[in-house]
């Protein structure tokens, strides 16, 4: 499997996160925005990922719910502002434990010419702590083993 690779830029306040996978961006754009898939590689591999929401238009609202082993849960959500099938995503993300702490994810799906894609995941925060606070709180592991599965998901079907 491929690795993310992360780039932190704190002067513009966003990081990028990018990865190859071996599958047409056709299947790797369903993956990510139908929301039957969603479960199958969002989060954790330990945790279970419910979609309570997916409006997927723009303006609509989403709302993930992850659930662990223990019956703790932990709420997701964001509203979507720009959708280009199937280059690009841009939605609104925000923890809802901690609220009123949103970032921005900007996702471009690029296609090579031999069937495989890149994913560039651009996240833009509002302030440095926001930036910090994200990048201490285990995100780029989480990110990683959602991508590993979101890899499995998109070169199995």
């Known amino acids: 499997m491929s690795r993310n690779n992360l780039v932190v830029e ?7 996160m990018t990865r190859e996978f071996d599958a047409p961006r056709e299947r790797v754009w369903q993956a990510c925005t139908v929301a039957e898939n969603i479960p199958k590689w969002w989060g954790q591999r ?3 990922t419910v979609v309570d929401k997916m409006d997927f238009h723009e303006g609509g609202e989403w709302r993930y719910v992850q659930h662990d082993k223990e019956g703790n849960e932990w709420a997701f ?7 280009v099938a199937p280059e690009r995503l841009v939605y609104t993300f925000e923890f809802e434990p901690m609220p009123g702490h949103i970032s921005t994810d900007d996702i471009t799906f ?5 069937g495989r894609t890149r994913l560039i995941s651009t996240t833009t925060f509002d302030s440095l702590e926001d930036l910090e606070g994200m990048l201490q709180s285990g995100m780029e592991d989480g990110a990683t083993e959602s991508w590993d599965r979101l890899e499995e998901l998109v070169t199995s079907a």
């Open 10 to 16: 704190r002067e513009k306040l966003q990081f990028t």
């Open 77 to 83: 959500r964001g509203e979507f502002t720009k959708i």
């Open 110 to 114: 690029e296609a090579f010419s031999d």
């Open 46 to 48: 330990e945790s279970t």
